[in-house]
């Protein structure tokens, strides 16, 4: 027996999720120096990790043969505090990742549908296609969410929708009013999830309330991770906020120990360090102003953009981009190729420290100039 046939064909159908090329691969493809790469293809925090969060690495570390806690206690109440939300509207999650896949196991099947924005995070589509459920893509306007067009996609077995705020890959940023008044909209049993994964680096006038609204929405689950602004991607550590009775369904199938203590330990160090994500915030701003300066004087197009990464457009076919991005990877610079999103023209780049990014506008120009070259 064939036992790959007799699988769900909708599982065969998955194409799995393909994250940034790592800088061992590039060297051990091209025989670089890894000291001269750069990798502006994962939206990582370029200034590492906070200063806070690495003491509690290395003293969580020494514990490392103890399970961890399973409920999250100590990173549950900090949140809690920091928040103003009770710690049984707090979900853990390996990564932001997570808590989004308990949100869809729980109120998605076979039969029922999930609604999403084109251009959104790739990770959308993959969640509704594990469980059988159907995912309806609606067009995007300006490469955003198109919330009017979203209400009118949900029909009776819609019991899903998937909102990135700001949104990647575009960067592109839903107004708060607006986006109140479609959960206002929505019908009470379709979940509205809002993943703010890239919150930390909004401006104060640029941010939601949303966690306000959880009093008013029994249907709104908002997504948050500490894999960016805080500088802790690798140790996988993210949260969902939502009504109790809503965390309540996502801890029954949560996995236990599905956060380790190193990550738990970490992200409790980093909510505390309070500078270091000012700092973040700042070295973001000023990294998006040098590298929207660098590329309007190469005349490259660009989708403006309220994350820490920046959509730029290449003129010419799909080859063309392909080209300047192998370009980019022979000149040490890793970013991201937009083709699996539907953005065959279009490279992501992750705001880098000004020398990054300084060398990703020389690389850039370069690969203008000679982009068959490679």
Known sequence: MNLFAVSPEYIRAIQPYQ???PISELVRDLGLNKDEVIKLASNENPLGT???AREAIIQAVSESSRYPDGSGF?????????????ADQIVLGNGSNDVLELASRIF???????????????????LVQAVGAKGIAVPAKNYGHDLEAMLDAITTDTRVIFIANPNNPTGTLCDARDLLRFIECVPPDTLVILD???DEYLSKADKANSIAWLKNFQNLVITHTFSKAYGLASVRVGFALAHADIANLMNRIRQPFNVNSIGLAAAQAALNDVEFVKLSYMSNRTGMQ????GLDQLGVG????????????IEGQQADTLDVYKSLLHQGVIVRPLGNYGLPNHLRVTIGIEEENK???????????????H
């Open 108 to 126: 998605l099947r076979t039969g029922t549908s999930a609604v999403y924005s084109q251009y959104a995070f790739a990770i959308y589509p993959l």
């Open 50 to 52: 906070s200063p806070l």
């Open 290 to 293: 040098q590298m929207v300066a």
């Open 359 to 373: 060398k990703f506008l020389y690389a850039l120009e370069q690969a203008l100039k000679e982009p068959e070259s």
């Open 19 to 21: 994250p940034g090329k």
């Open 196 to 198: 703010q994964a890239y």
């Open 74 to 86: 100590e990173l549950k109440a900090a949140l809690s505090e920091r928040l103003g939300v009770s």
């Open 302 to 313: 660009y989708i403006p953009s309220h994350g820490n990464f920046i959509s730029i457009q």
